[in-house]
């Protein structure tokens, strides 16, 4: 059980296009996903909370307007890199809160050329 | 006060050894503590999760020690294995949005 999944596992786009990101709870309901960003051989960096049917909460430093997120259902999370720039290219990562758990989708390797 | 401090940064241990993570903090209003196994290019697994009232927590080979005067808990591995090479994220939750405050992390490898 509390599997969560993300799709694509990994895109390669040209600078100033857009990338979404979904991120599924595929047997539980969450009512709070989270957005991550992973750099190489560091820890995990929170971007944003989401509650299912309100705005998301950005962590400070995280650009509202290029990190979107919507949270449309219980067990959907989308995040869209707007207009995206090499400097975005990282590994992103949703979670999906289980009680007091968040379980974790497999994450997305972002390249952006 | 909302860090969690992870070390060692870096650990080598012998195939068959425990594998000893440590982590320290400073907020005494966190109130739930997971492990989490990280293989590279793949997403954080939960292993195994604490709760302040409880001092020892063990699920196969994997011991929380949690001592919440010293505000310190620690990852034990028993019976280190191969397939144990990974890294090692502590975590403390903080408050009601469920957020977790991340350690730095510790890259483990077995050696056969």
């Known amino acids: 059980g509390a599997v969560v999944s993300q799709h694509p596992s990994r895109v390669i786009c040209k600078s100033g296009t857009s990338v979404k990101i979904e991120c599924r709870s595929l047997?539980?309901?969450?009512?709070?996903m989270f957005w991550y960003r992973q750099f190489p051989k560091q820890s995990l960096m929170l971007m944003a909370t989401?509650?299912?049917?309100?705005?998301?909460?950005?962590e400070q430093g995280v650009e509202k307007d290029k990190f979107l997120i919507n949270h449309a259902s219980l067990t959907l999370s989308t995040l869209t890199v707007t207009s995206a720039h090499p400097e975005d290219s990282s590994f992103y990562i949703c979670?999906?809160?289980?009680?007091?758990?968040?379980?974790f989708g497999p994450g997305t390797r972002l390249t952006v050329l | 006060q909302q860090q969690v401090k992870q070390s060692p940064q870096s650990l080598i241990v012998q195939k068959g050894g425990i594998s000893i993570i440590n982590c320290a903090y400073e907020n005494t209003a966190f109130d739930y503590f997971p492990w989490y196994q990280q293989f590279p290019g793949k997403g954080p697994a939960l292993l195994i999760a604490?709760?302040?009232d409880v001092s020892e927590k063990k699920e196969g080979r994997f011991t929380i020690s949690f001592n919440k005067s010293a505000k310190q808990f620690s990852l034990h591995i028993m019976d280190s294995q191969p397939g144990d090479s990974a890294t090692y994220f502590c975590a403390a939750k903080r408050g009601s949005n469920y957020q977790l405050i991340w350690g730095a992390g510790t890259k483990l490898i077995i050696k056969p």
């Open positions: 989401s509650n299912e049917g309100s705005k998301a909460t950005y």
């Open positions: 979670s999906a809160r289980g009680g007091s758990t968040q379980y």
């Open positions: 047997d539980f309901q969450a009512t709070t």
């Open positions: 604490i709760r302040p």
